[in-house]
C-alpha cells in the first residue's frame, strides 16, 4: 500500500481547484492507495508536514463539485523554489525522509511555472539518488498561459472567459455617452500577453471592442499609440483599449516603471503598478479627452462564477492523468494538452518530460499578432475561443456561490 | 391617440434596461397608444429630436429578454441638468413643442438623482404653464442607492450581489499564502455608503471578509485604521478591508484629495481616483507588509451576467408601472419601492411626489454603522439580503453573454 499525496502552488486561478478535485478521484478509484494527503500550502507544507488526509473530506460528491466552483487553492499555495540539490540538497532529504514516514509513493504538484521547476528539481534528485519509489507529476495551472509543450493551460480559459465577457460589458458601459472618451483596461500578463489577446474574444458576439490591443510581445511605441488613439477618435467617440500589464518599451523597460517603487515580489518578480494608469495620464496630458483605466486585477484570475466549462472539465481531467501517470509508474513529466483539432474542438492528454518544461515561457507568436502592433490576428481569436465556451451550473446560496472550504 | 415617450439617463446600472424593457411592455399592451418613441441620450436626445420607434424593434420576446440581460443604457445615456425654467424657460418650450409634435403624452425618464431632477423640473414647468396633456412619471435607478422615499432603487441589487460575490472570490484569492497581507477593495459610492455595506454579505456562507469596513458617513479616521489593521494582522495574516470610495476625514475632505488632480465631470462633481490607492500606500509606509489595493471600477455596475433577479424583476416592473401611472393620468411622481416585509420578502410600488425625491440623498444610517466605524450591523445585511437573491437564465454565445444592441 502506498500513499498519494497531493499539492498546489504558484497564483491563484479558477480551475486549480478543479485539478485538486480530478487527483482526489483518480486517488480513490485506487484500492491500493490508502490515504491521500493534501499539503497545505505547497511544498512548504510537506516541508512543516502540514499533511491533510483528503478521504474523508470528499467522501461525497458534494464536496467535490464544490470544490469545482471554488477559485483559489483550497489547500494553500505558495511561492517558494528549491534551492539546487547539487549545492544544497538538505530539502531535499527531508522532503524524501517525511515521503517515507506518510509513506508517499506518488506525489501530484499542482502549479506554474516556477511549480514545475520543483518537479524537475525534485524528480532529478529522486533520479540521481536511484530513489525509485517515489514517482512525481505535474499537473499545469496558469492564467497567463505560457507553459511550453501544453497547448494550453488550465485556469487561462476561465480568466479568459471573465476578461471576454467583462470587454463586452465594459463596452456597452462605456459607449452610452456620445463625447470623446477613452477607456484603458489593464490586463494580467507581465512576460505573455495571451489575456490581453483574450479580450478581441468580446467581439465574437458583434461589440466592436477593443478598438486596439497592445501585448507585451511587441515593444510599445508611445508615439504610435497616441496616433492611433487619435484617429479612432475621430471615427468614434468611445475608444476601449487593451493593454497588458508587461508593457515594455524599446529598451525592454516597462513603460510605468518610473511610475512606482521597484519593490519585488517573494521570486524577485517585479511589482508592476500601472501600464493602465500610466497610459491613462498620457493620453489625459497629450489628448487631454475624458479618460479612464481599469484593472481587472484578481478578479479575472478568482471569478469562478463565470468559469468556462470545457477549462474546468480538462482542469479536471489533467489532475485525474497526473495521478493516474505516476501510479503507473512514471515520474519527472508533466500532464500537458494537445489540440486535435479547432471546429469541433477536440483535445487528447499526454505527457512530457519536465526538463522541457520547467523555465520556460511561451508567449503570443509575433505572427498572431498585426502587423501595426495594435490588435491579434483571427488565428489568435480561433485558437481561445473553444477554451471558453460552456458555463458551470454554479450552485448559489444566499444569493452568492458556495465555495468549498478544507 | 398618444404616444409614449421613453428616456435613460445617468450612471450605467445592470437593471436600467429592464426598467425600458417594463416600459415597452405596458406601452405595448395599451391599444389606444400608437407608438413607443425611446430617445437616444436622455433629455439630449428629445432636445435634437434623436427618436426611435420601439415598437417594431421590440416585437418578440426574445429582443425583450436580450434587452432585460444587457448591462447599461440601450438608448444611451447623458448627465445633463436642465436650467430653472423660471430663469430661462427656452429648453422647456421646445421639449413641449418635439413633444406635441410627436403626440408624446406620456413621457418615462429612467435614472437617478440628477435625472429625477429633471422630472421634478419639466412636470413643474407643464404644471405651471397649464400643460395637461403630457405626463411625466420619473422611474429609479441607481448603484448607489441614494435616492429618498424609495426603500431601495433598482441596480443597486445587481451591484450589490456583484459585490458580495466579488469579496467571497477575493477571500478565496487572498487566503493561499501564509504571510501577513493587506488588501483594501475600493468600492462606489462618493456621498452614500450602501454598496461598500453589501461587501458585508460575502460573510453569508461563512467566509469572514472583509474584516473591516470602512463608509463615507463617517469620518475616516486614518490612526484608527492603522490601528484596526495591526490588531487584525496580528491574529490572521491575510486582512481585506472595504472602504467607499468617498471616504472623506473629520473635515469633510475626500482623504485622497492630495493624491489627484482636481477634476470635475459634467456635473461638477469631483473626480475621484484612489482612496483605495491612498490607503494602500499608507500602509506601505507606516506598516510595511504585503499590501494590495483593488478598484472594483465600473464592473461593479455593469457586471450583468450575475445581475440578481430580485433587482431585474422589481426595476421591469418599476418600469411598468411608472408608465401605467402616466397613462392613467398622473404627473409629477417618482414610482417608488415599498418594503413590506423581509422574510419572506415581499415589496409592493407606490409613487412619490417628485419634489419630495429630486436632488435628495439618502446615507447609510449612522444607527446601521457599528460604534467603531468599522462595520456595518446585523440590519444592514439583513436590509440588503433580499435584493441580490436569483440569478438570471443569461443566454451566452461564443462563451460570452449575448446584448441587445438597438
Known sequence: MKNL?????????????????????????????????????????????????LNDIFANAEALQLLCQTPSSALGSCRVKLADWQENSSEYEKIVSIFRKYHIGYFVYIGGNDSMDTVQKL??????????????????????????????????????????????????????????????????????????????????????????????????????????????LSEKSSVIVAVSEGLKNEYGSYIAQ??????????????????????????????????????LNIMQRCSCHIASAVDIYEARLLGSAAADRAINGFSGEMACIQRIKNMPYEMKINFVNIDKIANKVKQVPLEWITKEGNDVTKELI?????????????????????????
Not at 25 to 49: D, P, V
Not at 208 to 214: M, S
Not at 259 to 273: P, R, S, V, Y
Not at 382 to 394: K, R
Open 5 to 53: 499525496l497531493v499539492a498546489q502552488s504558484g497564483g491563484p486561478t479558477s480551475a486549480i481547484n478543479a485539478t485538486l478535485c480530478g487527483v482526489i478521484e483518480r486517488g480513490m478509484i485506487n484500492t491500493e492507495i490508502e490515504k491521500i494527503y493534501g499539503a497545505h500550502n505547497g511544498i512548504l507544507g510537506i516541508l512543516s508536514e502540514k499533511l491533510v488526509v
Open 123 to 232: 524528480s532529478s534528485y529522486c533520479k540521481a539518488k536511484n530513489i525509485e519509489d517515489i514517482k512525481i507529476i505535474g499537473a499545469p495551472k496558469t492564467i497567463d498561459n505560457d507553459l511550453t509543450q501544453t497547448d494550453h493551460c488550465p485556469g487561462f480559459g476561465s480568466a479568459a472567459k471573465y476578461i471576454a465577457t467583462t470587454f463586452a460589458e465594459i463596452y456597452c458601459d462605456c459607449s452610452v455617452y456620445d463625447i470623446p472618451a477613452v477607456t484603458i483596461v489593464e490586463v494580467m500578463g507581465r512576460d505573455a500577453g495571451w489575456l490581453t489577446a483574450a479580450s478581441a474574444l468580446a467581439r465574437c458576439n458583434g461589440h466592436t471592442v477593443p478598438d486596439f490591443i497592445y501585448v507585451c510581445e511587441r515593444a510599445f511605441d508611445t508615439k504610435k499609440f497616441l496616433e492611433d488613439l487619435k484617429k479612432k
Open 258 to 295: 518610473s511610475m512606482h517603487n521597484e519593490q519585488t515580489d517573494a521570486f524577485g518578480h517585479k511589482i508592476l503598478a500601472g501600464a493602465g494608469k500610466f497610459l491613462e495620464e498620457m493620453v489625459r496630458r497629450e489628448i487631454g479627452c475624458k479618460v479612464r483605466s481599469i484593472e
Open 382 to 406: 480561433e485558437y481561445i475561443l473553444p477554451l471558453i465556451q460552456g458555463e458551470l451550473p454554479v450552485q448559489y446560496q444566499n444569493g452568492i456561490p458556495v465555495h468549498f472550504k478544507l
